[in-house]
């Protein structure tokens, strides 16, 4: 017996691995990027109210009405164009699917899919699934901006789409207006669609507004916006996130993710239509917290030796560990962070697991903390990080 072809390509993730050896070493796990703090009691309350209530069955297949109603006010605003919940919204089994039931709906086998590098480490995957190839671009240290000149040399005849995270994780960069207006000029030349994880859109830092691509000129017609909840409401178990793509991506769209799990959990989507309903207060409140958590750990990384790259949005920083005074600094980066989740207890992810290109060049002497813990949380892995022996 043997698998698929489609699944030899790939690794088992190490995000998840990392957890994994965190729960076996009892580490504060800052590896796999989930809060472990509690959501907010609305979300809980109506999650519970649904399954008590009649909201326990299938519900439509491209989400349940109320919550796409939600989205389609939210999204015609943040996009300025009219979305239709019955026509353009898609409630998916988190971004995830997202992106997988998106390049399953949207590319053919052997087409070329751009994406940046370092980058999540799910997106290679994505596109294997979809029997296309990941063609990464460098965003190159120390500022990760968006390089024309690098795109440009990564099309072939058989590229078709483009793949951008913003707020980006693992960087924590939010694309400035004038990367976003290279890469419009780019995809229209080439032809291109542009899907956008906006996983992170609610996560900023410093008065940062979130843009979304598909709002842009140029780019209404050709973008696939991907958003979810797992993050901005610290439910990443859940599974929901939605995709909002005009015709006729939309209806491709619906049709693969319609076959494949048939709907996002109910009781779940009719929670989130509540909660997407609250008032700008929780948004403005939880932007303050996760600031508080990005002073707490610049300042303890900064402390412990290593240089940490401030995030501009997300809760991620990849830090610099060549500095810090102990032999380890010398070690390649998979084997520090085994060390620093083994014997600190502190675990994290090697740098180059954010690459698939050059990886050695790029990934090593970083690893990626990931920082949406509670404040108590922070300051465990500041004591641990403290016993770093010289
Ligand atoms: C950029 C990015 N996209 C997608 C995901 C996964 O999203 P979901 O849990 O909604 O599938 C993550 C999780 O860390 C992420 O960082």
Redesign the pocket.
């Given at each position: 017996m043997y698998p698929a072809t489609r699944t030899t390509n790939f690794n088992q993730s190490m995000?998840r691995e990392m957890t994994r050896l965190a729960m076996q070493h009892d580490a504060v796990n800052m590896s796999?990027?989930?809060p472990d703090f509690d959501p907010p009691e609305v979300i809980v309350d109506a999650a519970v109210e649904a399954i008590r209530g009649a909201a326990n069955q299938y519900t439509v297949t491209w989400g349940y009405p109320p919550l796409r109603t939600v989205l389609a006010r939210q999204y015609t605003e943040q996009l300025g164009w009219t979305v239709d919940p019955d026509v353009h919204v898609c409630v998916v089994?988190?971004?995830?699917?997202?992106?997988t039931t998106a390049l399953l709906a949207l590319l053919n086998p052997g087409d070329e899919l751009i994406i940046l590098e370092p980058?999540?480490e799910?997106f290679r995957p994505s596109a294997l699934l979809a029997d296309a190839a990941a063609v990464p671009v460098l965003l190159e240290t120390p500022e990760y901006r968006i390089d024309p000149d690098r795109l440009e040399a990564a099309v072939t005849a058989r590229t078709r789409a483009l793949l951008l995270?913003t707020p980006?994780?693992?960087t924590g960069r939010v694309f400035e207006r004038d990367e976003l207006d290279a890469l419009t000029e780019f995809v229209n030349r080439h032809n291109l669609i542009l899907i956008t994880?906006e996983?992170?859109d609610r996560i900023l830092y410093d008065g940062r507004e979130h843009v979304s691509p598909g709002s842009l000129d140029g780019l209404v017609e050709r973008t696939v916006t991907i958003g979810?909840?797992?993050?901005s409401f610290a439910v990443?178990g859940w599974?929901?996130?939605y995709v909002v793509a005009r015709e006729p991506l939309s209806a491709a769209i619906r049709a693969v993710h319609d076959y494949s799990t048939i709907c996002a959990p109910t009781p779940l989507q009719a929670a989130a239509s509540v909660a997407l309903d609250q008032p700008t207060d929780y948004w403005a409140q939880m932007r303050e917290e996760y600031r508080e958590r990005r002073e707490l750990i610049m300042e303890i990384l900064g402390r412990a030796g290593f240089s940490a790259v401030r995030p501009q949005g997300?809760y991620?920083t990849m830090a610099g560990y060549r500095n810090i005074d102990a032999p380890q600094a010398a070690w390649d980066s998979h084997r520090f962070a085994r060390w620093l989740t083994t014997d600190i207890g502190v675990a994290v992810v090697a740098g180059i697991n954010f690459y698939t290109r050059d990886r050695e060049k790029h990934g090593e002497g970083v690893v990626r903390f990931a920082f949406a813990k509670r404040l108590e949380t922070l300051r465990e892995a500041s004591r641990r990080l403290s016993t770093i022996a010289v």
């Open positions: 995000i796999q990027g989930f089994c988190g971004v995830t699917e997202g992106i980058g999540h799910n995270n980006h994780n693992p994880d996983i992170y979810g909840l797992g993050k990443t599974r929901l996130g997300s991620y």
